[in-house]
């Protein structure tokens, strides 16, 4: 039991993690070349943000796929099950896709990889 002088502090518990994969090359001609991302980025850190997704995490990794290995940013946040920070993602994909030329998009869900195949 707590005193009576305590302060209760309420808690708000985030239980759905999502990471969005973010390549930082593109394989065109048989090799790999680097992408500015730096704008587009922020973009995308902008759209989570109006859209009340206030606080995530970005890390550089190195990646493999198909055999290449290339780094890219994994954009992590927690939020809860009715939000869906995935239809932003998606969206932000596709509209930059021109610049970023990826056969598909990825993202994490809890324990789940989504990758979308995108059809031109």
């Not at 708000?12 to 730096?38: E, G």
């Amino acid at each position: 039991m707590l005193p009576l002088n305590s302060t209760v502090i309420k808690m708000t518990v985030l239980d759905v993690k999502y990471v969005f994969h973010i390549p930082l090359y593109k394989f065109t001609q048989d090799r790999l070349s680097p992408l500015n991302a730096d704008e587009i980025i922020g973009d995308l850190i902008s759209k989570l943000s109006e859209s009340g997704f206030d606080s995530l995490y970005m890390t550089r990794v190195k990646s493999c796929y198909r055999a290449r290995l290339y780094d890219e940013i994994l954009i992590t946040l927690f939020t809860t099950e009715d939000r869906a920070p995935e239809e932003i993602f998606e969206g932000w994909f596709r509209k930059n896709n021109k610049m970023l030329e990826q056969e598909e998009f990825a993202y994490e869900k809890g324990d789940k990889m989504i990758i979308g195949r995108l059809i031109s």
